[in-house]
């Protein structure tokens, strides 16, 4: 590979951050070579642990697992958008992208909430898309959209999961767009468009999973 | 992506096959649509569970683990050795591919054990290394090499751990050649180069990590 590549995954571990109420993961060294010859993890982890991405049918009744698309799905021509210092991403914002959103498969967010990863005020409200900023997001031929924050949605209003409290998760993931969240390093990507990946792990019904996702380019 | 993609990768459910003696994963529905508004599985599984890498420091006390390697060791050129059929993989017939093996990054061996995948006899003895082989192997500059099978070494000499009953991966570990275990679809690989990629979780201390492994040609 004489291509660069950056690594846009954040560090699994047991004093990770995990979204508010959810499950700390778990990885215990159960065999160890001093003991057993060998060394094994034992890990305990939700598949929405991490960078990781969100299914459809994370939110949908009947919509699709990630098993269920082609590896084609999570690989593809990207670009990032800075949104640091942003308290929202507006249509009008979005709009001054257009000719490249048209051209690339993946968005990436930089919203500067990966220098916050590790400190409370990781969970307070990132910028988010508004509702018509989604809607006309699903206007394009998107495979996914990512951040380096911890959801699509503002923190507050995730308490009910209806489409009026978390709306964006709903319009995107409805038109199969899928979510990718807790990203890094997207400070290090060029302006130009890249390719990115984000291929999940290949569990069974998945409505998420935990991914290595990478960004290459020249 | 104009490039034709092949997943290389078995699924993860809670009825697959697991390691002789090892833990069966789990992957519990912990919230669903009906009930919470949202799905989320709670997964329990080992670092080398289904298709997976195992690190350096799986086998060898103070050896790398696999968060330690940039993300490029996991990329790279490869291709496939047809061994179906053949008891052992032997010096003699690793030279007929010399010319190759010199200029690529992977190489992975087809078996014809994932066609044994879900059966008892897919953990019977598969086509592996000589000794001889896997030493000579560590002449090139190789990342990793790979298997359709459950082991680089014979199962029966694994009850005690010691290079002298798993020779191939004290020799192949120590020089840094990742060990990638339980890959399929070995078969649909072309006879020239190609581009393989084995991108396991950013898991701290990683012995092994399972993997969505893919190999990407024209």
Redesign the interface.
Known sequence: ?KNK?I?L?????ETMPVYPG??KPK?EK?YS??K?????????????T??HIDAP?????GARSL?RF???KF??KAIVIPCEGRSEISLSYLKTFEEKIAQVAFILFYTGWQNKWGTEAYFNDCPTLTKEAAMWLTNFKLDGIGFDAFSVDKMGSAE???SETLPNHFILLAKEILLIENLTNLDKLPDDIFMFQC??????????S???A?ATFE
Request: charged letters at 20%.
């Open positions: 590979m590549i690594d995954t954040q560090v699994l571990n959810t499950l990885f159960s070579i001093d057993n010859g060998f060394a094994e993890i034992n890990m305990t982890l939700v598949s929405h991490g960078t049918c994370h939110i949908l009744k098993d082609p590896v084609e690989i593809g009910v999961i209806t291929l999940p792990l290949k569990i069974e019904d998945a409505d998420g935990p991914i290595r990478i």
